[in-house]
C-alpha cells in the first residue's frame, strides 16, 4: 500500500523520548501554516460542530445547508445532525470526486453555508473547482483530510477549514486538530478569524451545549 503520510525522522523520535514542557500552540505547528490559527479536539466529527456552530451564529440560524458527499461515514455526522442542520448529499464520481454539474444542480435549488470536500484515502482532491464552486455562493469550504497525517501539496491551501484526525494515522486513543484559514472562499479575513475565540477554548462550547452534551462521546 502507497503511504502519503510522512514518516518521522530519527530527530523527531528522539525528541519524543526526551522529557520537556510542550506548549499546545506548539504541538499544532506541523499543521498550520503562515497566519492559519487551529484548535484540538478528540474526534473530527466534533471539530466539523464546531464549524457549523460558527456557521449558525455567522448566519443568525440554526437551519443551514450543508453538502456533504454521498460517501461518507454516517456516525461522523451524529454532531452536526443533533445541531438541527439539513444535510444534502452530493454525488461522487467514479475517481471519488464531486459531481459538480449535480452541485450545481443542488445549489440552485437551496445554495449551501458549508461544503465537505474529502481526501478520500489520503488522496488529494482538487480543491480549487471546489473554491470556486463556493466563491460563488458564499459557502464555506471545509476539507476532510482525515486520511492524511500532515498538509502535503494539494491539500489545506484553498479551503477555510481543514479537518485532521490524528488518531486514525497515529498509535494515539484520541486526537483531531482544526485549523482555519484567513483567505479561504469564504472570505473570513483575520477579523473572522479573531471572531472564532481563542483556539484553546474551541471545544468547551461543545462540551456544554445542552445538545451535544447528551452524546454518547466526548469533544
Known amino acids: 500500500m502507497l503511504n502519503l503520510a510522512p514518516l518521522p525522522d530519527w530527530r523527531s523520535l528522539l525528541n519524543g523520548l526526551l522529557p520537556r514542557t510542550i506548549r499546545i500552540e506548539e504541538l499544532a505547528k506541523p499543521w498550520t501554516r503562515d497566519k492559519e490559527i487551529s484548535g484540538w479536539f478528540s474526534r473530527s466529527a466534533w471539530a466539523l460542530a464546531r464549524v457549523v456552530l460558527w456557521r449558525q451564529r455567522h448566519t443568525k440560524s440554526e437551519a443551514i445547508t450543508i453538502f456533504v458527499p454521498s460517501f461518507f461515514c454516517n456516525m461522523s455526522l451524529?454532531?452536526?445532525?443533533?445541531?438541527?442542520?439539513?444535510?444534502?448529499?452530493?454525488?461522487?464520481?467514479?475517481?471519488?470526486?464531486?459531481?459538480?454539474?449535480?452541485l450545481r444542480v443542488l445549489a440552485k435549488r437551496e445554495a449551501p453555508d458549508i461544503l465537505l470536500l474529502v481526501h478520500y484515502f489520503g488522496n488529494p482532491s482538487p480543491v480549487a473547482?471546489?473554491?470556486?464552486?463556493?466563491?460563488?455562493?458564499?459557502t464555506w469550504l471545509v476539507e476532510d483530510a482525515a486520511h492524511i497525517l500532515r498538509p502535503i501539496a494539494g491539500v489545506g491551501k484553498h479551503s477555510d477549514f481543514v479537518l485532521f484526525?490524528?488518531?486514525?494515522?497515529?498509535?494515539?486513543?484520541?486526537?483531531?486538530?482544526l485549523v482555519a484559514r484567513p483567505d479561504g472562499p469564504g472570505k473570513l479575513g483575520f477579523a473572522g478569524l479573531a471572531g472564532l475565540g481563542d483556539p484553546l477554548r474551541w471545544h468547551e462550547e461543545l462540551t456544554s451545549h445542552e445538545i451535544l452534551s447528551r452524546l454518547p462521546f466526548q469533544a
Open 78 to 102: 451524529a454532531p452536526v445532525r443533533a445541531l438541527g442542520v439539513r444535510l444534502s448529499f452530493y454525488p461522487v464520481t467514479k475517481d471519488m470526486l464531486p459531481d459538480y454539474q449535480s
Open 165 to 177: 484526525s490524528l488518531h486514525k494515522l497515529l498509535p494515539i486513543p484520541d486526537g483531531a486538530i
Open 129 to 138: 473547482p471546489a473554491s470556486e464552486f463556493c466563491k460563488h455562493f458564499s
